[in-house]
């Protein structure tokens, strides 16, 4: 009989696995019905980062939404570590790392829909915004 198991626990499968934060390197092991085996491993990253909390509980606000160029964010007492924004396929289309400014300019981007995702000291924050 073919089994298929993994080093992480023993398992055929990782549901309701409990991993450690930072990365776990898991490695597959088949073996067929003849005995033959092979193996495949990748890294599996945890960020201490849990959820996706919501904006308005947090005191941040991004307005105008939809805009048309420029974009606001009021961050109030957090501090915002880094921003992206990404295309409905998920492309970065713009990033800032140690955000300063108060204002994003989104005037070169296309009209559409696109997810700006905001990283503080203690959460991440996802929204979807509208450029005109």
């Known amino acids: 009989m073919a089994n298929v198991i993994n ?7 990782l549901d309701g696995a409990s991993l450690p934060e930072g990365t776990t ?11 033959n085996t092979a193996t495949c491993s990748f890294d599996l990253i945890v ?8 904006l308005s509980a947090s005191g941040i606000s991004i307005y105008p939404n939809p805009t048309s160029g ?4 009021d961050n109030g007492e957090l501090t915002i570590q880094s921003i992206e924004i990404t295309d409905i396929t ?3 289309v713009k990033s800032f790392s140690n955000f300063q400014n108060s204002e994003i300019d989104l005037s070169n981007l296309n009209s559409g829909i696109y997810f700006i995702k905001l990283q503080t000291d203690k959460q991440v924050f996802t929204t979807k915004i509208v450029k005109e």
Do not use: E, P, R
């Open 7 to 13: 080093n992480f626990n023993s398992s055929s499968t």
């Open 25 to 35: 390197t898991i490695t597959w092991t088949v073996t067929d019905n003849a005995g």
């Open 47 to 54: 960020n201490a980062f849990v959820g996706i909390a919501d």
């Open 70 to 73: 420029k974009l606001t964010i």
């Open 90 to 92: 998920g492309k970065v």
